[in-house]
T-cell receptor, first 115, second 114 residues
């Protein structure tokens, strides 16, 4: 079975400070990992993904995430937060080469960046 | 192209009524998905389809039905609406190629059952 845990319901950070949104996963093999962002009253937008290769993945809007196999983590980071980064962030996982198995999403973490 | 479109944007239903949530994508994606989003619960998969004529149950299929007669369309049917189905519903699609894994989401349909 696949699962994703986002241990924080809410993360607050001051504008200009670095931010981290945590994600850990569980799959019985190698994963595909994703981050999506949801702004108010909108659908989810793709942010970045890890498929294979370099463990550090860079995505949209200056976000990055590091795949850590030993810790089964895929934390989302940004060096300097903006107020416009305030949104709901979802981590998702799928077992690599698992055919048509759907993505499994975490519960989401609400990021609030305070000016 | 328009991507994934959903209609209606918002609907109020009475208990026991039925309705169909429409989802269309113009990216020629094989895979399509329906999710519901409840506050603090993340996204739960209702049904998905890997191509025209093929559908599979997700985590929470009870009370819903789907069909996939064309590649473009993946409607979600509620036969007897219940208050527990009050939620925001998202449709998504992705191509079959595993290297193009990204799912594309529609803007959502907000449903209120009273």
């Amino acid at each position: 079975a696949q699962s994703v845990a986002q241990p924080e319901d809410q993360v607050n950070v001051a504008e200009g400070n670095p931010l981290t949104v945590k994600c850990t996963y569980s799959v019985s093999g190698n994963p595909y990992l994703f981050w999506y962002v949801q702004y108010p009253n909108r659908g989810l937008q793709f942010l970045l993904k890890y498929i294979t290769g370099d463990n550090l993945v860079k995505g949209s809007y200056g976000f990055e995430a590091e795949f850590n196999k030993s810790q089964t983590s895929f934390h989302l980071k940004k060096p300097s937060a903006l107020v416009s980064d305030s949104a709901l962030y979802f981590c998702a996982v799928r077992l690599r080469n698992s055919g048509n198995t759907p993505l499994v999403f975490g519960k989401g973490t609400r990021l609030s960046v305070i000016a | 192209n328009a991507g994934v479109t959903q209609t209606p944007k918002f609907r109020i239903l009475k208990i026991g009524q039925s309705m169909t949530l429409q989802c269309t994508q113009d990216m020629n994606h094989n895979y399509m998905y329906w999710y519901r989003q409840d506050p603090g619960m993340g996204l739960k998969l209702i049904y998905y389809s890997v191509g025209a004529g093929i559908t599979d149950k997700g985590e929470v299929p009870n009370g819903y039905n789907v069909s996939r007669s064309t590649t473009e369309d993946f409607p979600l049917r509620l036969e007897l609406a219940a208050p527990s189905q009050t939620s925001v519903y998202f449709c998504a699609s992705r191509p079959r190629d595993n290297q193009l894994e990204t799912q594309y989401f529609g803007p959502g349909t907000r449903l209120l059952v009273l």
